[in-house]
Every structure is written in C-alpha cells, then in structure tokens.
C-alpha cells in the first residue's frame, strides 16, 4: 500500500509539472543576437553606428538576460555598458531590455526569419530594430 500511495505521488508530481516554467530552449528568441539597423529609434536623432552594432543581447532558457552596448570613444570600440536583466513572453509579445543607453526595457512583437528578427516595440510602431545571430 505503501509503494503505490508512493507511485502515485510521483505519477502526480510528475503531471503536475507545467511545459510553462521555462523556455525548454525552444524559444526562438534564444541565444546572443546582435542590432545591425534601427529605423525611427524611439529617441530623436539615435543612429546606430558600425560599432553601436557590436552591441548584444543573450536571451537564456531561464528568461535572464546579458547584453552588452558598445559605444566609440576616441577613436575606439569599447564596450560603455553591460547588464543583466530579465525577458517574457505573453502570447506574441516580448518584453526586455533594449541593449542601448536610454531606449530601456520595451515590449513588442519580435517576426522571426531564420537567424534575424525584428523587433517593433508597441509603443513606437514606426520603430524596428533588427537583430541577427
């Protein structure tokens, strides 16, 4: 009696489990993406130079975040800022946090083909950046 009130118990353990809790590394989004263009950035007068895109972000099954913004100094591509932070996803939406200084945390629609997306945050429909593996 005891073994199968023990069986049970792990049977509904088991169960009970939601394919939810995680990203089970199926998630399109993950891995490092890098920005390559931004059109109408949501902050007057941004342009993305060749070194602005050697700007990153990792999207990991865990739904943390590293990005890294790179920005040119006297004559030198150095990385200004680093950060960790958190993304979701609700339905098609994703929200995270943009890799460059002031843009911040955005949520959008992320349209997947192959190693590139593009993101359009809701709030600036006009805007799109577009990040590629």
């Known amino acids: 009696m005891k073994k199968l009130f023990l069986m049970l118990f792990s049977i509904a ?24 263009e931004i059109t109408n950035p949501p902050i007057e007068g941004f342009v993305l130079s060749e070194c602005n895109q050697n700007s990153n972000i990792t999207f990991n099954p865990d739904f943390s975040t590293y990005s890294e913004f790179y920005s040119e100094t006297d004559g030198s ?12 996803k ?22 997947f083909n192959g190693d590139t997306f593009i993101f359009t945050p809701i709030a ?10």
Do not use: H
């Open 90 to 111: 609700d339905g098609e939406i994703y929200t995270f946090t943009i890799p460059f200084e002031g843009i911040g945390q955005l949520n959008g629609r992320a349209d």
């Open 124 to 133: 600036s429909p006009e805007t799109s950046i577009v990040f590629e593996k």
């Open 13 to 36: 353990l088991l169960v009970s489990c939601s394919e939810d809790d995680d990203a089970n590394g199926e998630d399109d989004i993950l891995g490092t993406w890098y920005a390559v």
């Open 77 to 88: 591509c150095e990385i200004e800022d680093s950060s960790e932070s958190t993304w979701s």
